[in-house]
């Protein structure tokens, strides 16, 4: 079946950086768009970043924009956010998603992972 | 600030309906981009409910349904059940700043 879990998380201080790992089984992760969705504790879903199948095409929420790097490795069927920078309020649990395609704009997650948790104190 | 607009909690008896709006722009709802709904159930992950503003995924009941109209969608859920308490998220694209967008989530609570 399909699966995600993602793992990196931790406490981290303020201005460190810190990299997050979603592996995948259970289907053809070369296809797939993923996503890297964070949620504050208490607080409702924020979509963070996006990368097509193919790692060509990324996106990122204002937010992270030039802090946050998503990649993908298609030969192990990982993907990554490297964050940079951080600050108080990137506290949260990172969740990774699976697009339904490869990534196009309106497209659902389907399949999610379990989330961690990154905490950013000093 | 959440970008779709949500009312943070609603609440309903056993087998009672109710509805939960998502309020949008004409950057996003507005734009002819699709609406897809999230359930989340207490300390688990998200997980697709509605997609493409009216269709279930396989293995969600009937009980839940999806509608769009103009700058906003609606979730539906009758016959309503103690196991429906959960948070749940709209979700489409702004196509003008080419980004997900989330609503705030809301509460549903069984009476």
């Known amino acids: 079946q399909v699966q995600l879990v993602e793992f990196g998380g931790g406490v981290v201080q303020p201005g460190r950086s810190l990299r997050l790992s979603c592996g995948t089984s259970g289907f053809t992760f070369s296809i797939y768009g993923i996503h890297w969705v964070r949620q504050a504790p208490g607080k409702g879903l924020e979509w963070v970043a996006s990368?097509?199948?193919?790692?060509?095409?990324?996106y990122y929420a204002d937010s992270v924009k030039g802090r946050f790097t998503v990649s993908r490795d298609n030969s192990k069927n990982m993907v990554y956010l490297e964050m940079n920078s951080l600050r108080a309020e990137d506290t949260a649990v990172y969740y990774c998603?699976?697009?339904?395609?490869?990534?196009?704009?309106?497209?659902?997650?389907?399949?999610w992972g379990q989330g961690t948790l990154v905490t950013v104190s000093s | 600030q959440s970008v779709l607009t949500q009312p943070p909690s609603v609440s309903g008896a056993p087998g009672q309906r109710v509805t939960i709006s998502c309020t949008g722009s004409?950057?996003?709802?507005?734009?002819?981009?699709?609406v897809h709904w999230y359930q989340q159930l207490p300390g688990t992950a998200p997980k697709l409910l509605i997609y493409?503003?009216?269709n279930r995924p396989s293995g969600v009941p009937d009980r839940f349904s999806g509608s769009k109209s103009g700058t906003s969608a609606s979730l539906a859920i009758t016959g309503l059940q103690a196991e429906d308490e959960a948070d749940y998220y709209c979700q489409s694209y702004d196509s003008s700043l080419t980004v997900r967008v989330f609503g705030g989530g809301t509460k549903l609570t069984v009476l």
């Open positions: 493409d503003n009216t």
């Open positions: 998603a699976r697009d339904v395609s490869g990534g196009r704009s309106q497209t659902p997650f389907d399949n």
């Open positions: 990368i097509w199948y193919d790692g060509n095409n990324k």
């Open positions: 004409s950057s996003d709802i507005g734009a002819d981009s699709d």
